[in-house]
């Protein structure tokens, strides 16, 4: 009785045994997922590289689940048994997987008074590049003779009797990578809502040395507010911008601005900068090297940014962290961090809300739920429409 109830269990023929296979292998995929998603982990790993892109992609879980349907659907039809036991609670695995994170990032809107669209979340339709900006301007040159450039970005509208506010742009990339211009919504929806934007290069190594990244912001820093009467800004409305290592550079460059040890790579004044706004850049550095989701990748680019390990170069770890130059004078600050980043832990914003905190600094800091890094690169999600919104609200506060 038992052999034939196991009979009428086991595959027979092609298309019960490929849809029984494809089912087994859905289940570690399914796994997998589900693992990433709710456990941060290692970015550099299989598990980690498809969490990260179940978060970056809201419509790669519904087509997951629409494949389930048809494999569903096939099993029925084939009469494969275990395909179709396997692929029922598979499907509600997965519409769990769409909705929980959904659920979560609505509250969350709603708890910090943001409205959202559940359509662009799925289905947002990137509009054209259509402000014109120039490229390439040189703002100085190094005394090895590198030219430093960045990109202009004019406000779209602007009276002719006021100089408008200014975000200055420091691209991310790992201290080892990136470049300028690689947010072009980013700068236009900027410029769209009034302010004059300023996408800026800065060496890199081997070129660059430990102190030569956060000193060719500075120049940059300099160079805009020596060409206020130029570009019609206001000087005294200087906000920068910065991702990842960008925002970490941003930090630093503002927190420290004026300081001996860490000066301008060319000959400009110090600036105090009006605001600073950190996308997902680590704020201590000795911390973030020791204690980070993906060691792998991060102490590697850690130590060529650096020129070592924090027990190499523990002074060079505490002159790059803008936590250390955390004081009266700070700049009110804005972060953004994804709940689920699998380069920069939670934990680094914490440090750096305490620190803002003890100093009496004006500071939001906003805990993206689910949220990977580089997030707002998904354009239209729920989490990069709360960051928007957020974010319009901090700037339109300091630049009125």
Same mark, same amino acid.
């Given at each position: ?54 978060? +970056? ?8 689940? =629409? ?17 179709? =036991? ?21 509250? %969350? ?29 040189? /703002? ?44 072009? %919504? ?39 507010? &020596? ?27 503002? /927190? ?22 950190? =996308? ?14 993906? *060691? ?20 060079? +770890?505490?002159? #790059?962290?803008?936590?250390? /130059? ?39 800091? %906003?805990?993206? *739920? ?18 928007? &919104?957020?974010?319009?609200? =901090? #700037? ?5």
């Amino acid at each position: 009785m038992e052999q034939k109830q196991l009979s009428l269990w086991r595959p027979k023929g092609f298309w019960q045994w490929l849809l029984t296979g494809l089912s087994v292998v859905l289940i570690i995929f399914t796994a997998m997922i589900t693992y990433a998603i709710f456990h941060t982990t290692n970015i550099l790993s299989v598990v980690g590289f498809l969490g990260a892109f179940a978060l +970056y992609t809201p419509w790669f879980l519904l087509i997951l689940a =629409f494949f389930i349907i048809v494999l569903l659907i096939l099993a029925s039809w084939k009469k494969a048994k275990i395909a179709r =036991f396997i692929l029922v609670p598979l499907l509600v695995i997965n519409i769990f997987l769409i909705i929980e994170p959904i659920i979560e990032m609505v509250n %969350y809107a709603k708890k910090e008074n943001v409205q959202v669209s559940l359509y662009s979340h799925f289905f947002n339709n990137k509009t054209a590049i259509s402000s014109k900006f120039t490229k390439d301007i040189v /703002y100085g040159k190094t005394t090895d003779g590198v030219e430093l450039k960045l990109d202009m970005w004019p406000p779209n509208e602007k009276s002719k009797s006021t100089r408008t506010p200014v975000v200055i742009k420091v691209h991310g990339g790992g201290w080892v990578d990136g470049s300028k211009a690689k947010t072009p %919504y980013l700068n236009q929806w900027l410029s769209e809502i009034g302010f004059t934007v300023f996408d800026i290069e800065y060496r890199l190594p081997p070129q660059a040395g430990w102190k030569d990244e956060v000193a060719d912001v500075k120049s940059a820093i300099g160079w805009v507010v &020596e060409h206020a009467d130029t570009y019609e800004i206001d000087p005294k409305k200087i906000n920068l911008m910065g991702d990842s290592a960008g925002g970490n550079l941003a930090m630093l460059a503002a /927190y420290s601005m004026g300081d001996k040890y860490l000066p301008p790579s060319t000959d400009v004044p110090s600036v105090p900068i009006n605001t600073v706004i950190n =996308f997902y850049g680590p704020s201590d550095m000795t911390i973030f090297f020791q204690n980070n989701p993906s *060691p792998g990748y991060v102490q590697n680019v850690m130590k060529e940014y650096v020129g070592g390990t924090p027990s190499q170069f523990p002074d060079r +770890y505490q002159k #790059l962290a803008p936590i250390n /130059y955390i004081g009266e004078h700070t700049p009110p600050t804005i972060m953004f961090l994804g709940t689920s980043d699998s380069l920069v832990p939670t934990e680094q914003a914490t440090i750096l809300d305490k620190e803002l905190t003890m100093n009496n600094v004006p500071h939001e800091i %906003y805990y993206l *739920p689910k949220a990977e890094h580089v997030y707002d690169g998904v354009l239209g999600s729920l989490n990069t429409q709360i960051t928007y &919104e957020k974010l319009k609200v =901090f #700037l339109q506060k300091y630049n009125e």
